[in-house]
Nanobody, 119 residues
Framework: QVQLVESGGGLVQAGGSLRLSCATS????????MAWFRQAPGKERRFVAS????????NYADFVKGRFTISRDNAKNTVYLQMNSLKPEDTAVYYC????????????WGQGTQVTVSS
């Protein structure tokens, strides 16, 4: 079973930065991509960014373009989300997720890490 271990969440002032990490564990990982989602209180879970394991092709939600950067370290089976110019609206629980190449949906999810941006 693939396990996702997240870290890096915390409290930061508006305009500041945080770097989230999501590492796989349990077995050598083989998958299509890794993605970050977030869910604010009372809101739907939303896609934030993704990156493919093979080419490193990235995809971003419009509301984070130019501010967030997703990257991966294939040797470590780890994905990062560098979050800059944070806004209070970015406050949410951030989840990482991955899927097999045969899956159309994300099958594996991390536990979530809280990001709080103060004004």
């Amino acid at each position: 079973q693939v396990q996702l271990v997240e870290s890096g969440g915390g409290l930061v002032q508006a305009g500041g930065s945080l770097r989230l990490s999501c590492a796989t564990s349990g077995r050598t990982f083989s998958g299509y991509d890794m993605a970050w989602f977030r869910q604010a209180p009372g809101k739907e879970r939303r896609f934030v960014a993704s990156i493919t394991w093979t080419r490193g092709t990235t995809n971003y939600a419009d509301f984070v373009k130019g501010r967030f950067t997703i990257s991966r370290d294939n040797a470590k089976n780890t994905v990062y989300l560098q979050m800059n110019s944070l806004k209070p609206e970015d406050t949410a629980v951030y989840y990482c997720a991955t899927r097999d190449r045969t899956s159309t949906q994300y099958d594996y999810w991390g536990q979530g890490t809280q990001v709080t941006v103060s004004s």
